[in-house]
């Protein structure tokens, strides 16, 4: 691994984010931590939380610089490298499906650190009247107003850049796929047909601008290709004024109504003759739309790209917890024993028998709607954590008890070492094949603790996770697309994480490579 560029780069990182919220810009996933404390907003916690919260930025920031100081300096200072730690990267490398399977997962975690430029309503950039904005990237809410539209009801309204690039005088880059992955509805799509051609059965509808579905302007019944049954038409302001019957793809005599302004004959010149299938969330995968909608009306495939954000986000706040209180109560029972190790025993027996599930519904019930909403993933990360990291003391005090009794161990505290020393400069270095080839195993764990809690509702409503897209596709077994997009994306994730795992285990075995045999 080159230390020295990605330190550089999270360097460069932390101090980007800091210059860009100080001239009033968000960065892709470098400006997180700002980003957290904006969405708190005026939320009022106990004190220490509150102070956290509106400095998550500088943490953030701070944390990203010294983890790229450490590692710069670590390599500059550090003589040549240890040949067991060659090999097992050599033998991981040998490895391809697990080699392979973390190269897609590292290309998977930097495609969904690009955050608004792939996927978000906001248009990157937008010209207007010589002057360019970049509304995705600034930390003020553009308005319809700054755009020059004076309508009182539209003015203070945030514009839909969608329709925005339609409209002369404006250039308008959107991103990859211009949709939130919630609150950003699709209420309907239609797909162009040929019912004669395709032997169509089901309603065919003429639109006034195929850009709106939802406003029909005459639509017919089909059965086998052929008109059938009841046909309606309504005026541009949505009032119904024809209708009609067909007989065998024939018009009824006599069964035409006409109600509205005008002639019929006008009226029926309003649109073209193409026709649409026109279907309401969920809608059915289709050109514009790939994987559909949900019942909700979101873009499937935007949801997918932030359910996995969700579980990377997760990730790089989960295993950092678990490990660094894991693996500092781990090797202190482990190695000073006696009534510290019974007393954290207990406290992790009585953790351990306390109901995670029922724990999760009482805290999600207690907290008020508007912290749920705007922290309540990491409310749940946090929760999850709170029980994660016991698992790891119990290897931790296991290794660290076998590593104390070897002569290692005991010249270090012949010739002085301290026990800070001894613990994390002898004994931990000496455990890390049981950390790196956990890790790939505990991020498996996340991901479908995580599913599981949102498939029961206990994640945020707008928060996209894979599990409210699985449970929607069980709801609506008529809608294939929706279990099939969230079941694939699951299980493939898990696969590679999976394989990466085995690699890993396998690659760091300590029968094959250690320090001291």
Do not use: C
């Not at 308005?143 to 925005?164: C, M, S, V």
């Not at 002369?168 to 799509?189: C, K, M, N, W």
């Not at 997918?304 to 500092?328: C, E, H």
């Not at 890993?504 to 300590?510: N, S």
């Amino acid at each position: 691994m080159k230390k020295i560029p990605i330190g550089i780069s999270l360097m460069v990182a932390a101090a980007l984010s800091v210059v860009a919220d100080h001239f009033g810009y968000r960065v892709p996933t470098i400006s997180w931590g700002y980003n957290l404390t904006a969405s708190a907003g005026e939320l009022k916690l106990f004190w220490p939380l509150n102070r956290l919260i509106e400095n998550m930025g500088q943490l953030t920031a701070g944390v990203l610089f010294l983890v790229g100081l450490w590692l710069v300096v670590s390599k500059l200072t550090a003589g040549p490298p240890n040949p067991v730690t060659l090999r097992k990267v050599a033998r991981f490398k040998s490895i391809k499906r697990g080699y392979y399977s973390f190269l897609i997962l590292v290309f998977l975690a930097g495609f969904a650190a690009l955050d608004q430029v792939v996927v978000g309503k906001e248009a990157l950039a937008v010209k207007y009247d010589g002057k360019w904005t970049f509304p995705a990237f600034t930390k003020v809410l553009e308005k319809n107003a700054d755009f020059g539209i004076t309508d009182k009801k539209l003015a203070p309204l945030e514009p839909n850049y969608r329709d925005l690039k339609e409209k002369e005088g404006f250039t308008v880059i959107l991103p990859l796929r211009p949709y939130h992955p919630t609150q950003d509805r699709v209420s309907a799509l239609g797909r162009a047909v040929d019912p004669g051609q395709h032997d169509y059965s089901g309603l065919g509808t003429r639109l006034f601008d195929p850009a709106d579905p939802e406003k029909p302007h005459l639509r017919f019944t089909y059965r086998k290709g052929v008109r059938q049954g009841n046909a309606q038409g309504w005026d541009p302001d949505g009032n119904r004024v024809y209708q009609a019957v067909y007989d065998r793809g024939e018009l009824v005599p006599g069964s035409e109504e006409w109600t509205g302004a005008g002639s019929l004959a006008e009226f029926m010149a309003l649109s073209k003759e193409q026709e649409y299938d026109v279907s309401y969330p969920p809608s059915e995968p289709q050109w514009s739309f790939p994987l559909g909608t949900t019942p909700r009306g979101d873009d499937v495939l935007a949801y997918l790209y932030a359910g996995l954000q969700v579980n990377f986000k997760a990730a790089l706040i989960f295993i950092p917890l678990i490990y660094l209180i894991g693996i500092t109560v781990g090797l202190l029972m482990g190695f000073f024993g006696g009534g510290f190790d019974l007393v954290v025993q207990r406290i992790i027996e009585v953790l351990s028998n306390i109901p995670f599930l029922f724990l999760v519904i009482i805290v999600t019930l207690g907290v008020p709607p508007q912290y749920k909403d705007r922290l309540g993933f990491y409310l749940i990360v946090l929760l999850l954590a709170a029980f994660g990291w016991m698992g790891m003391t119990n290897l931790m005090r296991t290794a660290a008890l076998k590593e104390k009794a070897r002569d290692y161990i005991a010249a270090s505290r012949v010739i002085g070492a301290g026990v800070p020393r001894i613990l994390f400069r002898h004994l931990l270095p000496n455990t890390v094949a049981i950390l790196v080839t956990l890790v790939p195993f505990s991020i498996s764990g996340l991901i479908l603790s995580l599913t599981s809690l949102d498939y029961l509702g206990f994640v945020p409503s707008d928060l996209a996770s894979w599990g409210k897209l699985l449970k929607d596709g069980l709801d609506s077994l008529s809608s294939p697309w929706l279990v099939s997009a969230a079941f694939v994306s699951l299980v493939s994730l898990l696969v590679l994480v999976t394989f990466v795992g085995e690699a890993v285990r396998e690659a760091f075995d300590p029968k094959k490579y250690t320090y001291y045999r």
